[in-house]
Structures are given as structure tokens and as C-alpha cells.
């Protein structure tokens, strides 16, 4: 059963819009959430993190959210460049961290 | 610093042997954890090891196994290699942080092995 859910494999969207990364939980107990991003022939490096105490955290063009009700968080990248083409991971944290699946991001020029 | 170290970077072995993967984490990072990347499963938590134990286990069978050494260096096994197997395994290492939490990790490039 999987706790950490990505439902969107891909996401196209155009250069300097902005693109919106969702991600759904079923543990309530996690108490940490984080973004990585995945190059091809990479590890992920990590992005932004959020706690549960917070609802938002903001780093330069990366904005995560965090909808404690539902068990919902999304990552906003805006404006979009091509550099940011690569497979994010959500992932939640309560003892040790579970992943999602991840979602490709492909920006259009 | 440098970064998280996996090797060998590329394997090939066939079904039933063994293979042993290597971690070097980032230095003074104690907590080593191994995860499996494939394409329809994503990142699959393995383990992690802190201070030489083994602190959380996922749901993989008992041919993956690990340990950690006491410059915190971390091994992964696989024995029995099945065709399932074949998969990117992923190490990460993390700072200690107050309270014991290790959230954020560093990975390394991974090792891809691919069974025949």
C-alpha cells in the first residue's frame, strides 16, 4: 500500500509558467515532508522541505504547500526554466522517509 | 566535502549469484540509508543503518541485507539475484541533527545493476 502517492507520472508545461507538482499522503503521522529532484544518471538532490507546523515554505522559485487535511502537498516552481526538466520525488518523513513514485517534469521551450 | 561515493557504478550478474554494493558517505555523516529505483515502484526504502546498527528496515525479502562499518562506510547484499533485482540502488547519508531526526539526505549517482 502506498503511502506517499504522485498520481501524475508526467507534466508538460511551458517555459516561464509556472508548474504545480502534487502529491498525496495516507499516514497522518508524518511530521516532515520534502521534494527531491532526479536527473537521469544521478542520485536526487534535495529541493525544499516542509513541517507539518507550517502550511507553506517558500525557497527562490520553489513554493511547497502543505494541506494537513488533506493529507496534501504540492511544489510550485515559478517561472519554469528548462533546467528544471527532471523527475521530482515527493517524499514524507516519520522514522525513516518514504518516497513517491516521482513525476517527469518537462518544460517546453 | 565530498559528495556520497557508490561503486561499482554499473553491474551485471545473472540469477542466483550474489553481488555486494558499496557506500561511502559524505564525511561526518553517520546514518547511511539504501534505497531501490525502478521505473514502476520509484524509490523503495531498503534500509538504514546508524552508528553500525541497522535503525529501519523496509519490506524487502531476506536476501537484501547491510551493514555499516565503524567509519560509517555501508555495504548492501543481494543474494540469490533474481531478474526483479535488476534496478538502480541508491545510498544516501544524512547529518545528525538535533534530536536524532535525519531528514534530509544526500544520495550518491547509485549503482545500476542489471541481472541476466
Known amino acids: 500500500d502506498q503511502q506517499v502517492k504522485q498520481n501524475s507520472p508526467s507534466l508538460s508545461v511551458q517555459e516561464g509558467r509556472i508548474s504545480i507538482l502534487n502529491c498525496d499522503y495516507t499516514?497522518?503521522?508524518?511530521?516532515?515532508f520534502l521534494w527531491y529532484k532526479k536527473y537521469p544518471a544521478e542520485g536526487p538532490t534535495f529541493l525544499i522541505s516542509?513541517?507539518?507546523?507550517?502550511d507553506k515554505n517558500e525557497d527562490g522559485r520553489f513554493t511547497v504547500f502543505l494541506n494537513k487535511s488533506a493529507k496534501h502537498l504540492s511544489l510550485h516552481i515559478v517561472p519554469s526554466q528548462p533546467g528544471d526538466s527532471a523527475v521530482y520525488f515527493c517524499?514524507?518523513?516519520?522514522?525513516?522517509?518514504?518516497f513517491g513514485k516521482g513525476t517527469r517534469l518537462h518544460i517546453l521551450p | 566535502k565530498a559528495g556520497v561515493t557508490q561503486t561499482p557504478r554499473y553491474l551485471i550478474k545473472t540469477r542466483g549469484q550474489q553481488v555486494t554494493l558499496s557506500c561511502s558517505p559524505i564525511?561526518?555523516?553517520?546514518?547511511v540509508s539504501w534505497y531501490q529505483q525502478t521505473p514502476g515502484q520509484g524509490l523503495q526504502f531498503l534500509f538504514e543503518?546508524?552508528?553500525?546498527?541497522?535503525?529501519n528496515k523496509g519490506n524487502f525479502p531476506g536476501r537484501f541485507s547491510g551493514r555499516q562499518f565503524s567509519n560509517s562506510r555501508s555495504e548492501m547484499n543481494v543474494s540469490t539475484l533474481e531478474l526483479g533485482d535488476s534496478a538502480l540502488y541508491l545510498c544516501?547519508?544524512?547529518?545528525?541533527?538535533?534530536?536524532?531526526?535525519?531528514?534530509?539526505?544526500?544520495f550518491g549517482p547509485g549503482t545500476r545493476l542489471l541481472v541476466l
Open positions: 544516501a547519508s544524512s547529518p545528525p541533527l538535533a534530536g536524532g531526526n535525519q531528514e534530509t539526505q544526500y
Open positions: 499516514n497522518s503521522m508524518f511530521d516532515y
Open positions: 516542509i513541517s507539518s507546523i507550517k
Open positions: 517524499a514524507a518523513s516519520d522514522d525513516k522517509i518514504i
Open positions: 564525511s561526518g555523516h553517520r546514518s
Open positions: 543503518y546508524f552508528s553500525e546498527t541497522q535503525r
